[in-house]
Nanobody
Framework: QVQLVESGGGLVQAGGSLRLSCAAS????????MGWFRQAPGKEREFVAS????????YYADSVKGRFTISRDNAKNTVYLQMNSLKPEDTAVYYC???????????????WGQGTQVTVSS
């Protein structure tokens, strides 16, 4: 059974930083695409960033490009999202996701975490 557990959310002022973590278990993820999505109140869930677990190639939504960095630690089976220069419009619940395809930049997600709240105050 696949489990994705997010952590690292919280409250931060505009311009600040947070690092989200996603601990993955239950399968060998080396051939998957991993990523992050977010959902703000009253809005649709949107793609944020993705990474190929095997080769480390990354892809970002335009809204976060240059501010967010996705990475993975193979030894810890963990994916990270470093978020810098945070803006109030980044406020959302952030979800970790896994896609069974080895590289799917605009992933849809076959498995999901429970989400972690990020709130950016102005």
């Amino acid at each position: 059974q696949v489990q994705l557990v997010e952590s690292g959310g919280g409250l931060v002022q505009a311009g600040g930083s947070l690092r989200l973590s996603c601990a993955a278990s239950g399968r060998t993820f080396s051939s998957y695409t991993m990523g992050w999505f977010r959902q703000a109140p009253g809005k649709e869930r949107e793609f944020v960033a993705s990474i190929s677990w095997s080769i480390g190639i990354t892809y970002y939504a335009d809204s976060v490009k240059g501010r967010f960095t996705i990475s993975r630690d193979n030894a810890k089976n963990t994916v990270y999202l470093q978020m810098n220069s945070l803006k109030p419009e980044d406020t959302a619940v952030y979800y970790c996701a896994a896609d069974l395809r080895s590289w799917a930049p605009t992933m849809t997600g076959d498995f999901w975490g429970q989400g972690t709240q990020v709130t950016v105050s102005s």
